[in-house]
């Protein structure tokens, strides 16, 4: 959901990129001598056309999305990290005493200009991308990662907000406030602030291989994904599947080169269907291979080794922040707090759910049986065989519900229930700024009819 201005954006973001202030190196600019207040203006005046320098000149702030071009980016990117170095130097000379208003507070409403580009370019890259954006996400990862390491292992900084969080029960803060403090203060603590000088550098070398063995890994996912195609040129091969799933198979064969034909994609609105109704049980085992074999090929994409180099990594960095594992680290932030938690909860539902498991598939065992298959159930049977079971024993055809949740019909009844729950009313309008002319856009007005937000849709899968 895109905000009246980019400002309710810059503060959900902030805690994020507020960590993240960089020393001169990340910022591009050839003297590494020069203020970062003097380097981000450089770089802004020598791309006075950027967009990302100057208000949006649309509705409510909207992205100017039709000015906005991959070049744009990496100087906005620059530009918001070398600003905000300069407003962390700020918080860190204040001589005045640290607070929540002068650090905090000060922090929070820091990296506006990086939280501007990132908004728009992380919306992109996992919605819209393509080979340019691709390339920039690359470059863009390890300047925002040492960036981050900059702000959270800068002990100037941390004993600043420390200070603060040591006497947060005098400061009288609300609820909000008492959070924000308390999630800046962990920020810090987990980032490495109170490791020595000799830890603090070994770190950034793990989280830089991380984040670049991270990205590594999408991008060889993205090709895995986007390389996969089942073409199918006869027509016997089709049966089982709804009209509506071939003719959505024709369009993307169209699409990719080979017209007359019909492609399956390991996408979701692909494969799934494909998988549910396809009575080809040779085709469906192809295309769940391709889905689950993504990044285990052998090819220049495989992420095996990614992911064995990435483990290890994790491990190194936890346990040289004091955690036994990695998932000791990940799950103190969550709800389960420890990996014995985790297990004693899967440990107590993994018998019923085994037994289910076991029970439906004696029963699709026994239809298999019954139609003369003379084969094990497999995991590309487990959807083509529970629709059946679903259609014998319930009188279940999801196929003729589909009807009645089209697109259309299910943004109704969602726009309806928000009304119903939050007196929440919706405007569409066609003539607003968009990343790409199949998203959708609604003004949403509160119950009092003022205008909350702009909302922004995006519904269909593309190879992006």
Known sequence: MQGLTLKPLVTAMALTFALGACSSSTTGSGDTNLAPNVVAQQIIDNNAGNPFFKPYDTYLGIPDFDKIKPEHYLPAFKAGIAQHQAEMQAIIDNPEAPNFSNTIEAMEFSGELTSKVASVFYNLTAADTNDALQAISKEVSPMLSSASDDVLLNDKLFQKVKAVYDSRDSLGLNTAQSKLLVDAYKSFTRGGANLNDADKTKLR???????????????????????????????????????????????????????????????????????????????????????????NNDNANDNKQILAKMAALRAERAQLMGYKTHAHFVLEERTAKTPENVYELLNKVWPAALAQAEAEVDVMQELIDSEGGDFKLAGWDWWYYSDKIRVAKYSFNEQQTRPYFSLENTLKGVFYTANRLFGITVKERTDLPKYNDEVRTWEVYDKDGSLMAIFMGDYYVRDS
């Open 205 to 295: 070398g793990l989280n830089d291989q991380i984040g670049k063995l991270s990205l590594e890994f999408g991008d060889n996912l993205l090709a895995e994904t986007n390389a996969f195609e089942l073409v199918i040129d006869n027509k016997a091969d089709l049966s089982g599947l709804p009209q509506d799933v071939i003719n959505t198979a024709a369009d993307t064969a169209a699409k990719r080169g080979h017209e007359g034909k019909w492609v399956f994609t390991t996408s979701r609105p692909s494969i799934t269907p494909f998988l549910t109704y396809a009575d080809s049980r040779e085709l469906r085992e192809k295309i769940y291979n391709g889905y689950i074999m993504r990044g």
